[in-house]
């Protein structure tokens, strides 16, 4: 079965930091681009980052540029979004994401995880 099992959100105040995680099982994750993104009520969905299967390559909304910082972790199979200078309106459900190109994974991602809350508030 194929699985993207997310943890790491929370609560946190304006300005501090969290890093989300996401595990991956059941296919090839290292040849696979990943990303994160998030969702709020009454918004879009947003494509907040994403990186390359070797790495390489990374983009990130101009929302977030600056403050988050996505990484990949091959050899654990696992994706990660260190979180920083967090705002209230970075508050949403925020979801990791498999595709087979990094050029795709905002249109169509192929896989996805269960997602997790982060709120920023004081």
């Known amino acids: 079965q194929i699985q993207l099992v997310q943890s790491g959100g929370g609560l946190v105040q304006p300005g501090g930091s969290l890093i989300l995680s996401c595990a991956a099982s059941?296919?090839?994750?290292?040849?696979?681009?990943m990303g994160w993104f998030r969702q709020a009520p009454g918004k879009e969905r947003e494509c907040v980052a994403r990186?390359?299967?070797?790495?390489?390559?990374?983009y990130y909304a101009d929302s977030v540029k600056g403050r988050f910082s996505i990484s990949k972790d091959n050899a654990k199979n696992t994706v990660y979004l260190q979180m920083n200078s967090l705002k209230p309106e970075d508050t949403a459900l925020y979801y990791c994401?498999?595709?087979?190109?990094?050029?795709?994974?905002?249109?169509?991602?192929?896989?996805w995880g269960q997602g997790t809350q982060v709120t920023v508030s004081s």
């Open positions: 994401a498999a595709a087979g190109r990094i050029a795709t994974m905002c249109l169509s991602p192929r896989y």
């Open positions: 059941g296919f090839r994750f290292s040849s696979y681009a």
């Open positions: 990186i390359s299967w070797d790495y390489s390559t990374t």
